[in-house]
């Protein structure tokens, strides 16, 4: 099956721009989404399909995906995008779900 | 608006069995895949099962498989999740999920205690 491997914590500055970054094989041949928890919360979508956004989520939010890795950025990161991150996409084989460890970003 | 709402978690000993119930609304149910994901406190999220738009595709992770059983009533708009044999480690957060690749929407969870 397939594994997604993320940084389990990285912290940035209110202002500046976050990557956070999901490894898997052949992670660039799948769809893959970014879903964001703050605490007491459920997730929610805010990238899907490597590079789209859902309706209402601020522009400052952005996907890449290229080779075996994907990665989030946040530009002019704000206090209020201190959350979980987890990338999530699909085992070409099995068609099951499976998502990344969780990035926990600090803006600090 | 999209809405998935969970019911049936609680406190189980181990060896119990619950019924989690997850209704739809907001879209055509029958159109769609489900999911149940689990997350326990202060850790991941992990995929527990699929059921194909007509439920006729069903698949579950290893750690669950002979144990849980994923089905969907579409015209219920209601998917659920049976499981039996429950262990400690099964305690968490289980969500409802809507999407085949990607995964959409999300429930709000309901909590699953497994302890003696």
Redesign the interface.
Same mark, same amino acid.
């Given at each position: 099956s397939s594994e997604l491997t993320q940084p389990p914590s990285m912290s940035v500055s209110p202002g500046q721009t976050a990557n956070i970054t999901c490894s898997g094989d052949k992670l660039g041949d799948k769809y893959t989404s970014w879903h964001q928890q703050k605490p007491g919360q459920s997730p929610r979508v805010i990238i899907y399909q490597h590079v789209k956004r859902p309706s209402g989520i601020p522009d400052r939010f952005s996907g890449s995906n290229s080779g075996n890795t994907a990665t989030l950025t946040i530009s002019g990161t704000q206090p209020m995008d201190e959350a979980d991150y987890h990338c999530q996409t699909w085992d070409s084989s099995t068609l099951d779900v499976v998502f990344g460890g969780g990035t926990k970003l600090t803006v600090l | 608006e999209v809405q998935l709402e969970e019911s049936g978690g609680g406190l189980v000993q181990p060896g119990g069995s619950l019924r989690l119930s997850c209704v739809a609304s907001g879209f055509t149910f029958s159109q769609h895949w489900m999911?149940w994901?689990r997350q326990t406190p202060g850790?991941?999220?992990? #995929?527990v099962a699929?059921v194909n738009h007509d439920g006729r595709s069903t698949?579950h992770?290893d750690s669950v498989k002979g144990r849980f059983t994923i089905s969907r009533d579409n015209a219920k708009n209601t998917l659920y999740l049976q499981m039996n044999s429950l262990r400690v480690e099964d305690t968490a957060v289980y969500?409802c999920t809507r999407?085949?690749?990607?995964?959409?929407? #999300?429930?709000?969870?309901t909590l699953v205690t497994v302890s003696s």
């Open positions: - | 999911h994901v850790k991941g999220l992990v #995929w699929r698949s992770v969500y999407g085949q690749f990607s995964v959409d929407y #999300w429930g709000q969870g």
